[in-house]
């Protein structure tokens, strides 16, 4: 059997075609490819931004153990200080015999001790300032760029 003309005129774009699909196909490939690989990257900026983050938190929770281990250390310094110099005071003021005597024991005593109270104060509000402006760097640096 002959082929006609027009069957022959068919069979002639086909190979256009499938060059067309196969292009097509080469394109989708190439975009998933490239899909893939941007959120392969997105991925590995948020791994990256995750592992900083914890170094800064792991850093930055060391530095706030160790100022409330100062503060804690500073406490109980000052808590036997206190308690050894009102031991001092009672002995002093039971031993006295005036009543004058005793109330000027207790007055030194009391001055001495809202002195201490207060500079102890003043030295542990520093050092949480001091922490509390360490911690906000990251935040003054971003708010001062802006």
């Not at 959120?39 to 931004?49: I, L, P, Q, V, W």
Request: one cysteine or more; glycine letters at 4%.
């Amino acid at each position: 059997m002959a082929k006609s003309p027009t069957s022959a005129q068919k069979s002639k774009p086909a190979p256009k075609a499938a060059k067309a699909e196969a292009h097509a196909t080469e394109a989708a490939t190439k975009m998933l490819d490239d899909g893939m690989e941007k959120m392969s990257d997105m991925a590995s900026k948020f791994g990256t931004y995750a592992e900083d983050g914890m170094k800064k938190i792991a850093e930055h929770a060391s530095a706030s153990t160790e100022v409330m281990r100062t503060i804690g250390s500073r406490n109980m310094d000052f808590f036997t200080r206190t308690l050894e110099q009102s031991v001092e005071a009672t002995q002093a003021m039971t031993s006295a015999k005036d009543p004058r005597k005793v109330v000027e024991i207790q007055t030194g005593f009391a001055k001495s001790m809202m002195s201490a109270y207060t500079s102890e104060m003043s030295a542990q509000a520093e050092l949480c300032m001091l922490a509390w402006r360490d911690a906000a760097k990251p935040f003054t640096k971003i708010w001062a760029t802006k």
